[in-house]
């Protein structure tokens, strides 16, 4: 099983707070450090010293890390035009080697749209565009050396587009399609992606979600193999448990509510449960969302007492 730490900078994280936490990753053996795309925190927490934009990070990322893999968890298809977006992927792709995968997603948060003047469209208006965003993004990736893209679209039109600049990874660097929708979610994971992630669930939440990924791609004569499946949990590890508690105060959540839909306990009880997810929902890839970004010996922990047990 891949590890992953996945983070959530809205919350209160300067850049030197990521590269912190992404630089202690990649030193204990972690597969990538992604981080969530958001302008405004949630909850009762400050948000200072502010919200760091998600692309402009992965940039710096790319140039302060050397080994572990980038991406988001996922982009809002309302912050950006889909023209502009391939381009920035593709030039952090370049920056970092190679490094970097694409989490898309339809935006959700209306409240981070209004406080900094993003337009939010009604739902089926935000899938509608996120559609014509995923096609226009691969498209323009996959486009031929010397040939030119065009899109004729409800939402966005491209006309004799060069599709430059190319990432490193071709076609296209990694597509993580995600969420809890049951029609069109997993319609377009079928169609773009080559990972879906089901976040914060229970093993049966994302048991019955894989399925109907798997029922999509069959729908369209897509191989369900062919996209990993992987699941963001919540964190919290500890030697013992004063040590759990204390992690768990830390980051507001109580010890019962992490056992449940996250991922809690000793390192011997992760072990187990990830055994349970692996076993009935078949992921291969986890998404540890650690909130403390100042705690690095949890990253450590893991990296020692849990990943090496989980096959």
Known sequence: MDFRIFTEPQQGASYDDLLNIARAAEDAG?????????????GDVSGEPGPTDAWITLAGLARDTSTIRLGTLVTAATFRLPGPLAITVAQVDQMSGGRVELGLGSGWFADEHSAYGIPFPPLGERFDRYTEQLEIITGLWRTLPGERFNFAGKHYQLTDSPALPKPVQQPTPPVIIGGKGASRTPALAAEFANEFNVPFSTVDEAAAQFERVASACGKIGRDPAEIRRSAALVVAIGKDDAELSRRAAAIGQPVERLREVGL????????????????????????????????????????????????
């Open 30 to 42: 972690f597969d990538a450090f992604f981080r969530s795309d958001h302008y405004l925190k949630m």
């Open 264 to 311: 809690a306990g000793t390192p011997a009880e992760a072990v187990e449960r990830l055994g349970i997810w692996q076993e009935r929902t078949g992921i291969t890839r986890i998404y540890l969302q650690v909130l403390d970004l100042a705690d690095l010996d949890h990253v450590e922990l893991i990296a020692t007492e849990v990943m090496p047990q989980v096959g």
